[in-house]
């Protein structure tokens, strides 16, 4: 009876080892795809990320591009204005210095 129990108690063990050896393979399967799909989910939500902040970026570089135009229009037509005053200025004092230099040209002095 002992022999007999020998091979059933090394089949049992076989079997055992077998099971254990599926289980295993069972576990590093399901964990090989929770990291892919873990994997997946990140690049997922790193794209959406990504995509928010150049979203964002463009918008804002857009609105300061705008401004920069309205604010270069703004200087501009500020800068005619101060040209034509400062123009009109000097038309209405240049007869005045015309006179003065014409003055200090022709005075002699001893």
């Known amino acids: ?6 091979p059933s108690g ?3 063990l076989l079997a055992a080892e077998q099971d254990a050896q599926q289980i295993v393979n069972a576990a590093r399967a399901a964990k090989t795809a929770r990291l892919r799909k ?3 989910e990140a690049e997922r939500e790193i794209a959406e990320y990504r995509a928010q902040m150049e979203a964002d970026f463009q918008r804002k570089l857009t609105e300061t591009s705008g401004d920069s135009g309205a604010n ?3 200087l501009e037509q500020e800068t ?9 200025q000097a038309a209405n004092i240049s007869p005045e210095v015309i006179q003065m230099l014409l003055r ?4 002699v002095k001893n």
């Open 104 to 107: 200090h040209v022709t005075t």
């Open 10 to 12: 090394i089949q049992q």
């Open 1 to 6: 009876m002992d022999a007999s129990r020998r």
């Open 38 to 40: 873990a994997k997946e």
């Open 80 to 88: 005619n204005v101060k040209i034509e005053q400062l123009k009109q």
């Open 72 to 74: 270069v229009k703004r």
